[in-house]
């Protein structure tokens, strides 16, 4: 396995060789080739010995320009970023990830985590810097007898619902099946099951993680307990996470799928999914999207149901009784629900981000109505309600703060060619602009911008604790390439 791993002496020189010869990404003005593999963002060379050596000392898999891989390693699910990072490392393990830490720091060079590469804003990748790539680290074990599900970080949501399924139970984790489960926990993690069973956090029992300083350590409730508060949704900053530990609940069979509406009917019908909800068990999971059709915008309504199938159906006799044009909601398994949900079903160049709204009724709902009936034919919003098992842990009980009843409205759009990108990309910001006077924090998982501001408001009351928790574990925030916590601001705001 060691020697798969390994990029041969001959291989290596012809990598090297097109590297000279044609680089393949724009070079800064300070950059210098020379006979160098490629340079640093800070002008220092990054010789082609220092690359061999790490190729040798790792199980994992070394990638750079001029490789046969390249190009597909370095794709991300958002392709409106095209980045060119040096270095792609495919860890096969905990010590790979040690070595690739120290190999990036030695080298003076900017470093990116990629789990399942579906960060909004790209995060799994860099240009000119070298790239964890955890992809291939995606194993998923599960003792049912404790209910307890053990899963590299590299696992994507259809490998941990897959593997728990077998056993007749699940978690809480994205609706999207190629989403990778660490960055979704690490953020939070919104999910069908959320209500009854709180966030992927809320999940979360241990977790591995290799510092910035190479230890490997575990997070738990007894082992670095500042720690596995900050990593239950703080994101990346803090280590790499390596593996995974959840809680499993007994989910099987649902009642799912979703209620379809005619165009036109927008203010009636967000009013009465409001209604809905607030008579609605934690059983129910619901979510809204205002859709594009050539008739105008239309409402849809995806239902999850854990409960008892009958006592399900009475809860949406309301909303069936507005006269769906689609009603695809019946039982299925657990498996067939998490596999229908996704906001894209492919990797496109899109632009999201959220607001989080404390409640939705007049104001808010005619600007959600207004913003819908104005949108490209290629964008959407989602209403997700944060309720139930959410709200019922303490605000500052883990690092993710928004744990109040109300709605994360995620504003989405996608484009195909580049004159359509700039349409979609005004659209976004003006929608999030006329519900800003509604919002009352962000959702760090689905940031459109990476501002410090916005970071700050993700984490509320919680942001000082991560700040010093961060200056303990990265204090020269090697880990910076996320919604990034700055160490110094432990000074600032502790």
Sequence with gaps: MRARGLISRRRFARQAACAAAFYPFPVRSHETLGGTAADGENGRPLQTEAVRK???QISGQVITPGDSDYDAARAIFNRAFDRHPRVIVRCAGASDVARTLAFAQSNQLPLAVRAGGHSRLG????????????????????????????????????????????????????????????????????????????????NLLSAQIVTVDGRKVEASPNA???????????????????????????????????????????????????????????????????????????LKIDLCYCGEARIGNDLIRPLRALK???????????????????????????????????????????????????APSTCKVIIVPLRGAVSRVGVTDTAFALRQPGYEIDIAGVWNAPEEKTRVVQWVRATRDSLQPFAKGVYVNQLGDPSEQLVRWAYGPNYARLAEIKRKYDPNNVLRLNQNVKPDDARQVG
């Design 324 to 374: 769906p044009q689609d009603d695809t909601v019946k039982i299925m398994p657990y498996l067939e629900a998490q596999m229908a949900g996704g906001f894209l079903a492919a990797p496109v160049a899109h632009f999201q981000t959220n607001l989080f709204l404390t409640e939705l009724t007049g104001a808010s709902i005619n600007a959600l109505v207004a913003a819908a009936n104005n």
């Design 224 to 298: 670095n307990p500042d720690l596995f508060w900050a990593i239950r949704g703080g994101g990346g900053n803090f280590g790499v996470v390596t593996e995974l530990e959840y809680r499993l609940h007994a989910v099987h069979q649902v009642l799912s799928g979703a209620l379809t509406y005619p165009a036109g009917r927008l203010t009636e019908l967000l009013q009465a999914f409001v209604r809905f909800l607030a008579g609605a068990s934690d059983e129910m999971d619901a979510f809204a999207q205002l859709l594009p059709s050539p008739q105008g915008r239309r």
């Design 54 to 56: 790490l190729a040798s």
């Design 123 to 202: 995060f799994g990748m860099c240009d000119g810097g070298v790239v964890i790539d955890l992809s291939g680290y995606k194993r998923v074990d599960v003792d049912s007898g404790k209910r307890v599900a053990r899963a590299q970080a590299g696992a994507l949501v259809r490998d941990l619902d897959s593997a728990t399924q077998r056993f007749g139970l699940a978690t809480t984790s994205g609706g999207c099946q190629s989403v990778g489960i660490a960055g979704l926990t690490l953020g939070g993690g919104e999910g069908r099951l959320m209500d009854k069973y709180g966030l992927a956090c809320d």
